[in-house]
């Protein structure tokens, strides 16, 4: 078993000025629920210039900038798995069988 301190940490930077904590904190939350055991820690790091962008382990997962907004939580939470954890089924948030 993964110690918490062995486990992945994703960094979640937001905007004050844009007022995006309340989403960066829900996006911290369904991530934390989702991957549970998968994840050491989730923290939110005040930013500003219209900053948002989700780390884990310092490799980017997402970057409002270049990926074009917000990710929608179900690309959020595929993308993370195939990083941290890549035989884990996401139930009803999970790719359509191709």
Not at 1 to 21: D, F, K, Q
Not at 46 to 60: A, L, N, R
Request: with cysteine.
């Amino acid at each position: 078993m993964n110690t918490p301190s062995a486990l992945p940490r994703v960094t979640i930077r937001y905007c004050t000025g844009c007022r995006w904590l309340l989403r960066a904190a829900w996006m911290a939350q369904e991530l934390l629920t989702t991957f549970e055991k998968d994840l050491g820690e989730v923290a939110l790091q005040p930013g500003h210039g219209g900053v948002f962008s989700i780390h884990v382990d310092g490799e980017q997962l997402w970057d409002r900038a270049s990926d074009g907004g917000f990710p929608d939580i179900k690309l959020l939470k595929q993308r993370l798995r195939d990083r941290i954890a890549p035989d884990k089924a996401l139930g009803h948030s999970d790719r359509p069988a191709d």
